[in-house]
């Protein structure tokens, strides 16, 4: 997920988000990972 995901604050919500269980959490979880994946692909590191 590091190719996709560049910031490190980034990297810990998504370590959070995934340990979450539920529907709510899991939807939340894949909007996060679509979004800070189109958002960290313009940033270079």
């Known amino acids: 997920m590091k ?6 604050c980034g990297l810990e919500k998504y370590q959070l988000l995934k340990s ?15 979004i800070a994946s189109l958002r960290d692909s313009v940033i270079k590191k």
């Open 3 to 8: 190719t996709f995901i560049k910031t490190d």
């Open 20 to 34: 979450q269980k539920g529907l709510f959490s899991k939807i939340r979880f894949y909007w996060f990972v679509a």
